[in-house]
């Protein structure tokens, strides 16, 4: 079983559809079955195959990455590195193209403790303040949350 998406004018993705596998032989008058998928819908512009196993250009089974990410509705399908890229999820997002999606354009703070390997430091959360980077350029991590850790229940808990 494979997965194929279609694109508008645009390669934007538009639907994704479940189909023959690429080694299957593809009916006769085919080249392969991304030209017959398209075929059947010639509304779209392109068909491409996509690996529902690959997210952030890995393979969930260690096998060879295919096209960067699943392609999912809206998703752009950049031809020059044949890769489907996900919608940018905010304005100041950054393009990581070893893994084919997005980044904050500043780092996670890195004083957070967040696997808590350290018991006698707190854990600190943040999120993402797009309006704050805008400003600035500078700053852009807020902190939401703090916990610290309960020797006496053994469990970290949220610090009002």
Not at 7 to 19: K, R
Request: proline residues 7%.
């Amino acid at each position: 079983m494979a997965h194929y998406a279609f694109l508008d004018e645009n390669n934007i993705v538009t639907e994704v559809i479940t189909g023959k596998d690429e080694t299957e032989t593809p009916p006769k008058g085919f080249q392969n079955w991304e030209d017959y998928y398209l075929s059947l819908k010639p509304n779209h512009n392109v068909c491409k195959r996509t690996s529902y196993n690959t997210y952030k250009n890995n393979h969930l089974d260690n096998k060879t990455p295919f096209r960067g990410n699943y392609a999912g509705i809206g998703f752009t399908y950049d031809a020059t590195n044949d890769v489907f890229i996900p919608p940018k999820p905010f304005e100041t997002a950054v393009l990581d193209e070893n893994i084919w999606d997005w980044d904050y354009p500043l780092p996670y703070p890195n004083d957070n403790n967040q696997n808590g390997s350290d018991t006698s430091k707190p854990k600190k959360f943040y999120v993402w303040n797009e309006e704050a980077f805008k400003s600035d350029n500078t700053t852009g991590w807020d902190l939401s949350y703090t916990a610290v850790y309960n020797s006496s229940t053994e469990n970290w808990e949220i610090q009002e």
